[in-house]
Every structure is written in structure tokens, then in C-alpha cells.
């Protein structure tokens, strides 16, 4: 589907166009073209391929669409792949990963969404409003998009993190049980690695656009793609210190059941200890053999009984003393 079609000529914007109007701008001297699609059919794709001759390898990976993030040259094109992370409708804590795909040459730039709810309109209004950095040209417009998706990355991170400290603090303390907090640490992982894997190599790829052979369409913009670096390099530790903290996290609950299990299996051993004394008295005395010590001593049940509540008292105090009961 077509979102928008503008061209762009000195930094500022000159007009809507039809998208069978592309090719009269492209190749006016200080101009480009600024398409913008969402989950688009083939038919489009291939219209777009012909419009601006785009690479058919790149256009292949776009029609099937699931790439890893990454930034690929074609001549004095680019092909750049990026994943958009966000929450799902399906649940609090499910994660939906949609994808943009983006072609960018000298005069012009297509950005291609796919399995996403959410646009780039700010990013189109935010260039508009900077007419003298908008003056660069597509390189500033790749800069753009990039620099949205990654500062979108940020709220996803903070939530995790967010949800690993509430899940800490259940660790120490009485809510949930051991399996639904393992659950959670579990799932938790897997949606940083999910993150992970949208960040890693993004950080790696948008390393091509700046510094050392930088493509000609980035050449005014290399800074902006350092700055972007340096957040995917933030996010990257960030991540990398939230799964270090899960693996604790949950070799820490392990331990806390472990100790858990050992405080009850010394409170059951105890009491065990406290009526085996109760049994082996009860046991001896109750023998029913003729000739007892005892059996006629007309103070014997009581004198049992006392010895028997005395002794079991004495072991309470001994257990209770080291920390058994």
C-alpha cells in the first residue's frame, strides 16, 4: 500500500506526485523522490523496480521479506534491512518484529514496511522541518529512518529491564512460585534475544557508514551515522548486561528452592528425631513380657510420661537452638 510519494528538491519539499510521475523528477538536478510503502503486493514492488532500477537481488529480498538486519551496496545504490520491535496486541508479553526495508540512490529513497502498525510520519515531518540538513540529500532521509528505529528500541529495553527488577525482588521475597518466576526469567530471555538480534547486527552493518570507505550517498552524513552507532552500541551492552542478570537471576532462584527444600527437609527431620524418642519409649514400656523392672512402681505411668515429655522438650530445645525448627 502507497503511504506517501514526495519530491524534494534543495531541502525543501516541492510536491506530491503520482507514482507514475517519478521518473519526470529523478532526474532533475537537485531533486529526489521520497516513496513510502506498507506490506506492499509484488506488483508494487516490481512498479517501484522499474520506476528507480532498483537491483533485482535486492528487490528479491524484499519480496520474501524476514532478512537479517543489514546494509548491502549495489553500485551507487544501498539496500538497507531493519527490524522495527515493538509490543503485540496478542498479549503483555509478546513481541511483535516487523521489518523495513529501504533503497536509497543519489535521487531518491523507498522505504518498504512490512508486519508493522507503526509509521514513519514523524520521521518525514521531522526532515521537512530541518531544510537545511534535508539539503543532503537521501543520505540525511537514511539517517532519518534509522535514527527512528533505533530510538525505538529504547522503550522496549527499558521495559525489560524494568520487568527483570520487579522479577528480582520476587526472587527474595514471597510472590509466585519457583516454576512461574523460572517461567518468566525464561521468557524474559527470549525477548532480549529477540532484541538481540535486531540490534547486533544493525550495529555491525551501520559500522559501513561511517568511517573508512564510506558509500558516496553518506558522505555528508557520516557523523549522524556515528551518533546512530554509538546508541546501537548502548543498547547492545544493555543488552548483553540483562541477559548476564537473567542467567544469575535464575541460578539465584535455583538456589533460593535448594535452600528452601533443605530448610524443610531439617524441620521434618527434626520432628521426626523428637517422635522417634516418643516411639522408642512407648515401644519399650509396652512390651508385654512378665518379669519388667517397673511394673508394679504405682508411680510409673506418670514417671514415664514426665521422662518422655522431658526428653522430647530437651531435643525441641537443641533443634530450636540451631535453627532446624
Known sequence: MLINCVVYENGSKLADIAVDDISDYITRPGCFVWVALSDPTNEELDHMQMEFGLHPLAVEDAHHGHQRPKVEEYGDSLFVVMHLVEPSTE??????????????????????????????????????????????????????????????????????????????????????????????LYDLKRRSMILKRAVAPLAEAAGKLHGGRVPQICLGTQDYFRDVGDHLGRINGSIDAMRDTIGTAIAVNLSMVTIEDSEVTKRLAAWASIFAVCTAFAGIWGMNFEHMPELKFHYGYPVALALIACTCGYLYYRFKRAGWL
Open 91 to 184: 498479549g503483555e508479553h509478546c513481541t511483535n518484529v516487523g521489518e523495513v526495508d529501504v533503497f536509497v540512490g543519489s535521487n531518491y529513497v523507498l522505504s518498504v514496511r512490512n508486519r508493522s502498525k507503526q509509521g514513519f510520519l514523524g520521521v518525514r515531518e521531522r526532515c521537512e522541518r530541518e531544510p537545511e540538513l534535508l539539503r543532503n540529500g537521501a543520505g540525511f532521509v537514511l539517517y532519518a529512518l534509522m535514527d527512528a528505529v533505533v530510538d525505538r528500541y529504547f522503550p522496549v529495553i527499558d521495559a525489560l529491564e524494568v520487568e527483570l527488577e520487579s522479577i528480582e525482588q520476587q526472587i527474595f521475597g514471597q510472590g509466585g512460585t519457583a516454576r512461574n518466576k523460572i517461567k518468566q
